[in-house]
């Protein structure tokens, strides 16, 4: 989800930790006590939840940029308003987890820095670009509401202050999925052009948002870890089924056809879909993207140009001291 | 170069009139004043509170959970501080 470079394995390191601790550790895991900053942890666990919860704040400010493209051309002032408040959530969001990520021990300017050089990744989702208005509704109806589907588990994750910094995102989060789709029942209601600007966007969306939930199960080595820390509670393809059939419904009240002719409804309920193009996620996620040089450029301008502000902040909040000092001295 | 670390503030909020301000999360800011504002932003943008306090994080001291047994036994072996310790005959009735 916005975590899928962590699919990748790297390496076993508990060997080296104190056997006993780490056995202690993982009797608490699994009687589902919360594990708090300031409790020990094994580094594995420690480093993947920073790596995790770093690259899930990543990808909630760079998410903020394809919508953050429609803000001023959004069609009525109810619009303009619902998206500066979406993406204004989503920077809250942002600073949320990495405040719980900063818990881990590494500061939120080390974390940004570390995505600013191209070394932390974000989801791959936020690579496809905006084209038409119908793909706000879009990706308020589809990413948002993947994302909905993977953060729920997220509030019982094992590490207490990220599954309290998932619970406020959840909150917020279904306001985001609802506004898309009010966009889409309205184009869908609205003139042949209308409905085929939203069908175009489905058709866009529709293969990157079920790569959102990341490899297959079977190509996910980094699954079995997380589990048994209860960092991961289902697996990617659970979830991407769970998201695919809460979809097709609602693909079908808008009238809308999804771009998977192949897709077909099992005896269980379960809608089947086609196989998933994971050269194209691979692609995404090497920096190879439709917007991968776009987004970064665009986090490095905002952060360069904002050095001022925080040198002049931090100025001018030592100048405050000093007086202070110096009064306190007289 | 490295990005410069701003401080770290606490945050509590006060959600209704008559309840304790509780801890909701941290952030950076250079001063209380800049902390406040952005506490009100990122706290606060649906009605969550009636009150902000900021607190330098580094301002708080913590107990050591690796103690915690130590440090809360008293509160867990002296049952005689609970009302359930003491036997009230039965025809006073509740007390």
């Known amino acids: 989800m916005y975590t899928q470079a962590l699919n990748s394995s790297d390496g076993d390191d508990r060997g080296i930790e104190d056997a006993a ?12 006590e919360r594990i708090e900053a300031n409790d020990w942890m094994p580094a594995a666990y420690r480093k993947t939840l920073t790596r995790q919860i770093s690259q899930h704040a990543h990808s909630e400010i760079v998410g903020m940029l394809p919508e953050g493209n429609w803000i001023t051309r959004a069609p009525s002032l109810r619009r303009k308003a619902a998206l500066l408040a979406k993406v204004q959530d989503e920077c809250g969001h942002g600073l949320y987890l990495y405040a719980a990520a900063e818990t881990l021990g590494t500061s939120r300017e080390e974390l940004v820095d570390l995505m600013l050089s191209g070394k932390a990744k974000y989801s791959s989702i936020f690579n496809y670009p905006t084209l038409t208005w119908a793909d706000i509704g879009t990706v308020g109806w589809l ?15 094992s590490y207490g202050p990220y599954a309290r910094a998932m619970i406020r995102v959840c909150k917020e989060e279904s ?43 079977k190509a996910s080595q980094h699954s079995d870890t997380s589990t048994k820390w209860k960092i ?43 196989p998933i193009d994971w050269e194209e996620f691979n692609q995404v996620l090497a920096g190879n993207g439709p917007c991968n040089r776009d987004r970064l450029a665009a986090r490095r301008k905002a952060h360069e140009e904002g050095a001022w502000v925080r040198e002049a902040a931090m100025a001018y909040a030592e100048k405050r001291e000093n007086r202070k000092l110096a009064q306190a001295a007289e | 170069m490295a ?19 509780k801890h909701v999360g941290s952030l950076h800011a250079t001063d209380a004043t800049l902390a406040l504002q952005a506490a009100r932003d990122i706290y606060t943008r649906r009605g969550e509170g009636l009150s902000i306090w ?25 049952i005689y501080r609970h009302p359930t310790f003491y036997d009230v005959p039965d025809e006073v009735g509740h007390m």
């Not at chain 2, 670390?5 to 945050?11: A, H, K």
């Open chain 1, 143 to 157: 990413v948002d509401g993947a994302a909905i589907m993977n953060q729920i588990p997220l509030c019982r994750c």
């Open chain 1, 175 to 217: 306001f985001h999925q609802r506004q898309g789709f009010e966009i889409m029942v309205t184009l869908c209601r609205g003139t042949e052009e209308q409905k085929a600007m939203a069908q175009n966007a489905l058709e866009r969306w529709w293969w990157p948002v079920l790569m959102m939930f990341g490899p297959p199960d």
């Open chain 1, 21 to 32: 601790r780490a056995a202690q550790f993982q009797a608490r895991i699994d009687d589902d």
């Open chain 1, 232 to 274: 991961k509670r289902f697996s990617n393809d659970e979830l991407r089924q769970k998201f695919v059939d809460a979809t097709v419904p609602q693909a079908q009240y808008l009238g809308l056809t999804i771009p998977d002719p192949g897709m077909k409804q099992n005896a269980n309920g379960n809608w089947e879909y086609s």
């Open chain 2, 54 to 78: 900021v607190v330098p994080s580094n301002a708080i001291t913590a107990s050591d959970p690796s103690e915690k047994g130590m440090m809360f036994e008293p509160s867990e072996s002296k």
């Open chain 2, 3 to 21: 990005t410069p670390n701003t401080p770290l503030w606490e945050v509590f909020i006060r959600s209704r009139n008559g309840l304790a301000h």
